[in-house]
């Protein structure tokens, strides 16, 4: 029970990363608002943790929504008095080299990855002052750290995310609010499942990994665990990498 009394709130969390974080907080103790727009996925994704008996609530997100933002927040305080963790983990890949990448598909895609973020931080700060502090969890990515071909705009939002944490880490540390970033790399989530049926992508990524397989999503559920406990109270402002070793090659 290592969240045992904590209120948590996990964007994207329907499905992929998101929801097994949401399954990992609810056995571990905390109360969670699972937040996404796929509303059937994440309504499921509920209905599995309270079967397990654990607490949550659906609640249709869309991250580039100030308003939306606003609304959620202020329904997961109602419900459940306070607001201890934020998991911003909503999040989208659109292929494009530089040349290739339209303004519409560059502004989508910030404004899900960092405008998001961004917004989700803005949102929760307040409602964490008021309890005494809180954690922030941004899941960025091993592209926010190193470069990529035929990712230019989720390449650029990931490492805005990336340098965000650390400004908030900054900004809130005398709040008692902590902000760190979670990169992971290779993931079998349903956002990667096309790549992995792509031979020309997975068998070269595979040669290049010390650790020869992706990870699965509970892999990176149990970093953010720990950065969202106490267990990492001196840790703010900080990158946890889960990446099979990936970028220290």
Do not use: Q
């Not at 659906?58 to 606003?70: C, Q, R, Y």
């Not at 709040?175 to 990667?192: E, K, M, Q």
């Amino acid at each position: 029970m290592r969240l045992a009394g904590k209120v948590a709130f996990i964007t994207g969390g329907a499905r992929g990363m998101g929801a097994a974080e949401a399954k990992l907080f609810a056995r571990e103790g905390a109360k969670v608002a699972v937040a996404d727009v796929l509303v059937d996925e994440g309504k499921k994704t509920v209905e599995e943790i309270i079967e397990l008996g654990g607490e949550a609530f659906f609640i249709n997100l869309d991250v580039t929504n100030e308003s939306d933002w606003e609304t959620s927040i202020g329904v997961t305080v109602e419900k459940y008095g306070k607001l201890d963790i934020l998991v911003n983990n909503a999040g989208i890949v659109i292929p494009g080299r530089v040349e290739e990448t339209s303004v519409e598909d560059w502004d989508f895609t910030m404004d899900v990855n960092a405008k998001g973020v961004f917004l989700g931080t803005k949102a929760v700060v307040p409602e964490m002052r008021k309890s005494g502090g809180g954690s922030i969890v941004n899941i960025s990515s091993t592209a926010g750290i190193a470069g990529m071909v035929d990712r230019a705009a989720y390449t650029s939002s990931k490492g805005a995310v990336r340098i965000f944490t650390k400004s908030t880490a900054i900004e809130c540390a005398n709040d008692g609010i902590r902000a760190n970033s979670v990169h992971p790399g290779l993931i079998r989530t349903p956002l990667t499942e096309g790549r992995f049926n792509d031979p020309d992508f997975l068998g070269p990524r595979m040669d290049s990994l010390p650790l020869g397989r992706p990870a699965e999503p509970e892999e990176v559920a149990y970093g953010v665990l720990y950065l969202a406990s106490d267990e990492s109270s001196y840790v703010t402002g900080s990158e946890l990498v889960i990446d099979g070793g990936f970028t220290a090659v």
